[in-house]
T-cell receptor, first 110, second 113 residues
Framework: DSGVTQTPKHLITATGQRVTLRCSPRSGDLSVYWYQQSLDQGLQFLIHYYNGEERAKGNILERFSAQQFPDLHSELNLSSLELGDSALYFC?????????FGSGTRLTVV | GENVEQHPSTLSVQEGDSAVIKCTYSDSASNYFPWYKQELGKRPQLIIDIRSNVGEKKDQRIAVTLNKTAKHFSLHITETQPEDSAVYFCAASATSGTYKYIFGTGTRLKVLA
């Protein structure tokens, strides 16, 4: 157990739908990073939150959004889903750059 | 834009031999370089990292070298074992308020018994 908790582990949904992925960082970690891993794109950085504030954005689509709550858990919202959004979504929490990844949420869009 | 190239994409070695994976980064502001191992269906796990003020770091059978001038860094695994078989990712990060990683495309390492 890495200490980073992601739910759900698996998600199957239809095109056009909206889903929310949840991440709880390790106790004491203020940073949450979101990454997308797909077969053709590898591991792609999406967004970074630190103590509730957005710190950096990567190749995150406008249909995707995220937030970090006062208790430091984070949610990644994916809307108007397309087949190409099927991927593994990881969150990670970080101390001094060393990121610990959660087990991921496997999203399948059908 | 920022980019990290990783080679080779696949690597097969005999058990006991050494394996070397190489990465090149483009952002000269990068100063933190972690390596992650990912087994099938599992999360990436940090195996070693190096910061730009150091040229080499070793941890048992694993070592990483960094050449900032050439923007190259490499992972060296000695005395490989079957359990080393996995996908290895290099990453680069510039620490300016964030440690967002730019990942390489991964190397699938197979250690043949």
């Amino acid at each position: 157990d890495s200490g980073v908790t992601q739910t759900p582990k698996h998600l199957i949904t239809a095109t056009g739908q909206r889903v929310t992925l949840r991440c709880s960082p390790r106790s004491g970690d203020l940073s949450v990073y979101w990454y997308q891993q797909s077969l053709d794109q590898g591991l792609q950085f999406l967004i970074h939150y630190y103590n509730g504030e957005e710190r950096a954005k990567g190749n995150i689509l406008e249909r995707f959004s995220a937030q970090q709550f006062p208790d430091l858990h984070s949610e990644l919202n994916l809307s108007s889903l397309e087949l190409g959004d099927s991927a593994l979504y990881f969150c990670a929490s970080s101390v001094d750059g060393r990121s610990t990844f959660g087990s991921g949420t496997r999203l399948t869009v059908v | 834009g920022e980019n990290v190239e990783q080679h080779p994409s696949t690597l097969s070695v005999q058990e006991g031999d050494s394996a070397v994976i190489k990465c090149t980064y483009s952002d000269s502001a990068s100063n933190y370089f972690p390596w992650y191992k990912q087994e099938l269906g599992k999360r990436p796990q940090l195996i070693i990292d190096i910061r730009s003020n150091v040229g080499e770091k070793k941890d048992q059978r694993i070592a990483v070298t960094l050449n900032k001038t050439a923007k190259h860094f490499s992972l060296h695994i000695t005395e490989t074992q079957p359990e080393d078989s996995a996908v290895y990712f290099c990453a680069a990060s510039a620490t300016s308020g964030t440690y967002k990683y730019i990942f390489g495309t991964g190397t699938r390492l197979k250690v043949l018994a």
